[in-house]
């Protein structure tokens, strides 16, 4: 008697034992195929919130298009003097950045730094300061050094003392020589606000990762 109650006793923690298998195996297999899920999630986040910053970049290089093939960005680049180049760039880059706060397209990322450059890449002037003149830009970034050459404009993610989401084309003369470039930088953490309106921020930490910079 005594034994076939050790044996009805083992078979029940046997069966409990393997019900209890069964069941973490179960919830392990559940909690991967979530983790899956996310994963595949936050890819397709990802990739949404890289295509609306290509979307941004392009639009904004449009409209730098059209500001740069205006009479006043050309009489910019063409002054005949080092200083009265500067100083005509500077109120270009200055009028374009009040045209820019009023622009549809720039609602609530408004550029922060709006520069014209020479055809070597050197800022002849931008807006809010007169310390950058000078400065080589397509020595730093090779998208703006291939728009100086090519004529196709370009975006990228540059990094100064923020990170941009920057855009620029270049500035023909009358004859179609490639004078300079106008460049427009919008600080990131704004654009990626706008792209965060229909991304998830999971997608964010994927297209920009953490770092210095």
């Not at 006043?72 to 005509?88: H, I, P, Q, V």
Request: hydrophobic letters at 45%.
């Amino acid at each position: 008697m005594r034994i076939k109650i050790i044996a009805v006793n083992a078979l029940i923690v046997a069966l409990v034992g393997l019900l209890s298998f069964l069941l973490v195996r179960a919830a392990l297999s559940s909690a991967a195929g979530n983790k899956d899920e996310l994963t595949q999630e936050a890819r397709n986040d990802a990739n949404g919130a890289a295509s609306r910053l290509q979307l941004d970049g392009l639009r904004a290089e449009r409209w730098l298009a059209a500001a740069a093939s205006e009479q006043a960005t050309l009489d910019a680049l063409s002054k005949a003097s080092l200083a009265a180049r500067g100083e005509a760039a500077t109120r270009r880059c200055e009028d374009l950045f009040s045209k820019m706060k009023n622009a549809p397209l720039f609602d609530k990322n408004v550029p922060t730094l709006v520069a014209l450059v020479d055809s070597s890449g050197k800022i002849v002037g931008r807006n809010g300061t007169n310390m950058n003149r000078g400065d080589d830009m397509a020595a730093t970034y090779a998208g703006l050094k291939s728009t100086l050459k090519t004529g196709q404009s370009g975006s990228d993610i540059w990094y100064e003392k923020d990170r941009f989401l920057a855009s620029y084309v270049a500035v023909h003369d009358s004859t179609g020589a490639i004078i300079g470039a106008l460049v427009a930088g919008r600080p990131l953490k704004d654009t990626l606000a706008r792209v965060s309106e229909a991304t998830t921020g999971r997608a964010l930490d994927l297209v920009l990762p953490k770092g210095d910079g």
